[in-house]
């Protein structure tokens, strides 16, 4: 009876982890400067959400997502944690804030992993100052979003979910 019991619990546990790898999409979201002030800073542009809050509603809407959620004002902590997630998690929502426009290595780090990158923006960047035009992350990510406000995030979730080749 312990034999069948425990192969019984062993196949239990292998049908699990199979049915897990087909729901579960592991989805990091990372967030540039100044980002941990939403909601604080200038709301007309931003928005009155926290992105706390904002990932809260996020997790609803996608329960078949697990998310993991950086945000960091120092470039190369960016650069660390893209090289961190980018060889194990299905995508990658990621808004660079204003290194969007500086920042060749965050460009050559979204490069060198194997996890796509969509490129995420509350603001739309073409509507603002010229400097704003130029991205060194654009032409490296899977797609860009710009303008839709916190939107944006979920648009980049549906389509990593939509285009999960796990399941």
Excluded: C
């Excluded at 007309?44 to 078949?64: A, H, N, R």
């Excluded at 460009?107 to 010229?130: L, P, Q, Y």
């Amino acid at each position: 009876m312990k034999v069948l019991a425990l192969k019984l619990l062993q196949y239990t546990y292998k049908t699990f982890k199979v049915f897990y790898k087909v729901l579960i999409m592991k989805i990091a979201i990372i967030n540039g400067p100044n980002l941990n002030l939403l909601g604080k800073r200038e709301p007309e542009v931003y928005g009155s959400k926290s992105f706390d809050d904002y990932l809260q509603e996020l997790k609803q809407i996608f329960p078949t997502v697990e998310f993991h959620y950086y945000q960091s004002n120092v470039e190369g902590e960016l650069i660390n944690e893209l090289q961190s997630v980018g060889f194990s998690y299905d995508g990658i929502v990621f808004n660079p804030g204003g290194y969007t426009h500086t920042s060749v290595a965050l460009g050559d780090a979204i490069a060198a992993i194997k996890t796509k990158v969509i490129e995420v923006h509350i603001s739309n960047v073409h509507a603002r100052e010229d400097f704003r035009k130029l991205s060194h992350v654009s032409g490296k990510s899977a797609g860009s979003i710009f303008g839709l406000g916190l939107k944006g995030y979920e648009l980049a979730v549906k389509w990593f979910v939509d285009n999960n080749k796990t399941s």
